[in-house]
């Protein structure tokens, strides 16, 4: 092949005139017409001084163009590096320089503060958004056609900066393997073809929503609901005409929040997909009574995309995130790499081609997270069964160590999410000037509840040894979450931890 994630993702669609993006006004986008748009922008990007293996950071909201722009990028051999669209102009200093980004395409209601963030940092600068901008404008002048750069699979294709809540962020690097390897293996265990219809409501500046949902779609040559965000009303207007969903917990509670969520609507569907944040014991018991369908989870993150599913066909277990991959390997071990035995908990480490070649421009990192025998350290403390399933107890760095004892948070929680009146729950280490530090633990309420604290510490008191029962207990009415869902614990630590 000669760019063989062009090869395998976009150049057998390149004179398909089936459906690749059905947008909320009714447009439709061929694949034809998609690859034809990737061309035109690949030569606008040329024009713009980008050479191959340079960076091309791109804070766009979320449209067509910004797709396309990340098959451009492929194609000509650029290193596409999708940014947050929350992120603030000196939040953007840092990742447009510590890239050495050679163009930064941003919004054009921002374009005067983004345009300054570029120049300091030596980037060109264009505009793009669902109506136009700058790169539009030019890649509409441009030939549909452009002779695509020759890669290796073990060329970089994209960079995605880690969410940085404890040091600086870390620019995970991702070549033309990584990203082939996953969506090849997602497609054929999740049985995606050229039949399915994906509800796309997720953000494509995250690997959920690009790298797993749209290269699995264009792997399979199926279409997408592309919608710009999380639209409950076009997910139920579209569900009836669509085969399978990929979302963050978040989609699903809100789903079911909807009296117009039930079996009917959903009795076309083959599949939904749950993943970026762990998912409620409860939301999958409601769901599959409402729905007849039981939510698929897997388990992934920046630096390796997807490592673990739920299978397709087979127990999909509730509280876990399924079997590692068929071509990855996975292990739960100790602080010294050496494998536990099943059912301890200890940190998942994963080995295979899905796993990321480092982060950019820090060698010391790398090495502190890869070990010798090329194991990843992901950070997340986990235990597998018999019978391989593996459940994510929390983040190494949610440990808390109270008098010497360990206490996983996520025991704590699955408990306190079982408690009358409690919707969820976060549990976190606050100092203790005896113990070091203390589980406290925050409760959100059910809607229309009120939380009786007496009950749920009697039962917390009759189900746990007393190290592990926390010392107090806070009442909030939401727990803070990052984009994709997941509850920020720094956050609540900030909050609480005084």
């Not at 059905?22 to 439709?28: K, S």
């Not at 024009?47 to 722009?69: F, H, I, S, W, Y």
């Not at 995970?172 to 994906?198: C, G, H, P, Y």
């Not at 083959?270 to 993943?275: C, T, V």
Request: hydrophobic residues 45%.
């Amino acid at each position: 092949m000669i760019n063989p994630l062009y090869d395998t993702m976009f150049a057998l669609h390149s004179g398909k005139d089936t459906p690749f993006l059905h947008l909320p006004d009714g447009d439709v986008i061929t694949h034809a017409a998609f690859i034809r748009r990737a061309a035109q922008l690949a030569h606008a990007l040329v024009g713009l001084g980008v050479n191959t293996g340079d960076r091309v950071a791109v804070q766009v909201e979320k449209c067509p163009d910004m797709l396309a722009l990340y098959a451009a990028c492929v194609q000509m051999g650029a290193i596409f590096l999708p940014l947050n669209t929350a992120y603030t102009a000196a939040e953007l200093a840092y990742f447009v320089g510590d890239s050495g980004a050679a163009l930064l395409v941003g919004d054009p209601a921002r374009a005067d503060e983004l345009a300054q963030v570029a120049t300091a940092s030596g980037a060109a600068f264009a505009t793009l958004d669902a109506n136009g901008g700058t790169l539009a404008e030019t890649a509409d002048a441009q030939a549909g056609t452009f002779v695509t750069v020759a890669r290796s699979a073990d060329d970089l294709a994209a960079f995605l900066y880690t969410s940085g809540t404890t040091g600086r962020s870390k620019g995970a690097m991702l070549s033309q393997k990584n990203l082939i390897s996953n969506a090849v293996t997602l497609t054929e265990l999740w049985r995606f073809s050229s039949d399915d219809v994906l509800l796309h409501g997720l953000p494509i500046f995250h690997t959920h929503g690009l790298f797993v949902a749209t290269n699995v779609m264009l792997i399979a040559g199926g279409s997408m609901v592309f919608m710009p965000k999380l639209d409950i009303d076009q997910l139920i207007a579209w569900m009836p005409r669509a085969t399978a969903m990929m979302g963050v917990p978040t989609f699903y509670t809100r789903l079911l929040d909807d009296a117009r969520f039930d079996r009917d609507l959903t009795q076309g569907m083959r599949l939904f997909i749950s993943g970026s944040a762990p998912l409620l014991a409860d939301t999958h018991v409601a769901f599959e009574e409402r729905t007849g369908h039981r939510i698929l989870e897997r388990y992934g993150m920046t630096e390796t995309n997807m490592s673990t599913s739920n299978p397709y066909a087979g127990e999909r277990r509730a509280g876990t995130v399924g079997l590692p991959l068929p071509d990855v390997e996975l292990r739960v071990a100790d602080a010294q790499g050496v494998e536990v035995p099943r059912g301890e908990t200890g940190v998942v480490e994963v080995r295979g081609p899905n796993v990321f070649q480092g982060y950019w421009n820090m060698s010391e990192k790398t090495a502190e997270d890869m070990r010798a025998d090329g194991f990843f350290i992901t950070g997340d403390l986990g235990v597998q069964d018999a019978e391989g399933y593996v459940t994510i107890v929390g983040r190494g760095k949610d440990l808390i160590i109270s008098g010497g004892y360990n206490i996983y948070p996520k025991e704590l929680e699955l408990l306190l999410d079982a408690q009358d009146g409690v919707l969820e729950s976060a549990v976190i280490g606050v100092p203790h000037a005896d113990l070091g530090e203390v589980p406290l633990a925050i409760l959100v309420p059910q809607k229309g509840a009120q939380i009786d604290l007496e009950a749920v510490k009697a039962a917390v008191g009759a189900a746990l040894a007393r190290y592990k029962q926390p010392r107090d207990y806070r009442v909030v009415q939401a727990l803070p979450r990052n984009t994709m869902g997941k509850v920020q614990k720094v956050t609540l630590r900030a909050e609480f931890g005084a």
